[in-house]
């Protein structure tokens, strides 16, 4: 029976793709150090035999940690034991890591205070709602304006699936155009391959505003009931002819737009009749 047992032992070891010294990587924001661990552990695949290396990447504090996972099967008991210990991070991986996390960091922040769009890219954030097109040719725009690997170059030590994890801090920046009106974009990823890299922004819907900063609705929810107060007649006009052209018809809802002068402002109103 007891050789039976170890040969069963053997056999597990055997199949083990990664016997001793694998590498696994996992991330965990503004993690404690039993959550760091904790995420640490599950990284590594369970009852995979040796001892593995397992860093967990905090984008918040830009700082990786460190640990050692082991998995041995006890022929005796017939099960597997695992144990875990944390150990000092490769200063060259930590340098790396919190360069490249802190330059994406500033990078989007450069951009978070409004970036004026130019007019022959988009002219308004009314011509992004139900526009994938003129989504994407600001999501370009905002790109072109970036060159964060042009400063520190492709990653060496991390690796870069890590990297793509940042959107994971739902990184924004706002743009605004011409007409004054306002969007947001959130980055979703980091795309091409090594030395060939690139943010991918994508339009955060219901964040488009008008120069007034009132909502522009994104559907026929949105847009009836609807109450906006503008500056001037051509604004208001503008919201009640977007919200009457997209979201009523005769063969669905019929939205009815009205406009109330109060003081200086005018005021919108629009309910469905």
Request: hydrophobic fraction near 40%.
């Amino acid at each position: 029976m007891k050789y039976q047992v170890w040969i069963l032992f053997l056999v597990t070891m055997m199949a083990s793709v990664a016997a001793d010294a694998g590498e696994y990587w996992k991330t965990c924001n503004s993690c404690s150090g039993s959550q760091a661990q904790r995420a640490a552990f599950w990284a590594v695949p369970l009852e995979t035999f040796g001892r593995h290396d397992a860093y967990v990447a905090d984008f918040d504090r830009e700082i990786v940690r460190k640990y050692n996972v082991r998995w041995r099967y006890d022929p005796e008991f017939r099960d597997w034991e695992s144990s875990i210990w944390q150990v000092s991070v490769e200063s060259y991986i930590q340098h790396e890591f919190a360069q490249i996390v802190g330059v994406m960091k500033a990078d989007v922040a450069s951009l978070e205070s409004g970036r004026p769009v130019p007019g022959d890219v988009v002219g308004s954030a009314f011509d992004l709602v139900h526009n994938s097109v003129n989504q994407r040719r600001v999501a370009e725009y905002i790109v072109g304006s970036m060159s964060l690997w042009e400063a520190v170059g492709a990653p060496m030590f991390v690796p870069l699936s890590i990297f793509r994890r940042i959107v994971d801090l739902n990184l924004t920046v706002s743009v605004t155009f011409a007409d004054g009106s306002t969007a947001r974009f959130v980055l979703t990823g980091v795309d091409g391959s090594l030395g060939e890299l690139e943010y991918v922004f994508e339009f955060v819907d219901g964040s488009a505003r008008d120069a007034d900063g009132n909502s522009i609705p994104g559907n026929v929810i949105e847009a009836a009931p609807f109450e906006g107060t503008f500056s001037s007649n051509v604004s208001a006009q503008r919201m009640a002819n977007f919200i009457q052209t997209w979201y009523s018809s005769s063969t669905g809802p019929v939205i009815q737009c009205t406009s109330t002068q109060v003081g200086n402002n005018i005021i919108v109103t629009c309910k469905r009749t």
